[in-house]
């Protein structure tokens, strides 16, 4: 499975932006996607993630309210989208798509686009 993030950027605080993510390759084996981001000296951190057919989202606590993600499926390409609102500076982080093709966990991961808020 190959993933490819885009939509990352630079927005001022209580701004938004909307990150996507094409995988493509084993997209039938694929059985979550989420996003991760890492912000500077801090640890990797599960932001959201969906499950392959939409059913079961989940956030973390601190984007709740603020985060949307959501999933598409065309042919054999599947889209995940990270729809964030309200941002804030502690958001600033790089966010890497990711996806599951077992149960094992995401074992599949893009080079990350970087999203910078600025206050």
């Known amino acids: 499975v190959h993933l490819a993030e885009s939509g990352g950027g630079s927005v001022q605080a209580g701004g938004s932006l909307k990150l996507s993510c094409a995988a493509s390759?084993?997209?039938?084996?694929?059985?979550?996607m989420g996003w991760f981001r890492q912000a500077p000296g801090k640890e990797r951190e599960l932001v959201a993630h969906?499950?392959?057919?939409?059913?079961?989202?989940?956030?973390t606590n601190s984007v709740k309210g603020r985060f949307t993600i959501t999933i598409s499926s065309e042919s054999v390409k599947k889209n995940v989208y990270l729809e964030m609102n309200s941002l804030k500076p502690e958001d600033t982080a790089v966010y890497y798509c990711?996806?599951?093709?077992?149960?094992?966990?995401?074992?599949?991961w893009g080079q990350g686009t970087q999203v910078i808020v600025s206050s």
């Open positions: 990711v996806a599951a093709t077992d149960n094992s966990g995401y074992g599949h």
């Open positions: 390759g084993s997209t039938l084996d694929i059985v979550a």
């Open positions: 969906i499950t392959s057919n939409g059913d079961l989202t989940q956030y």
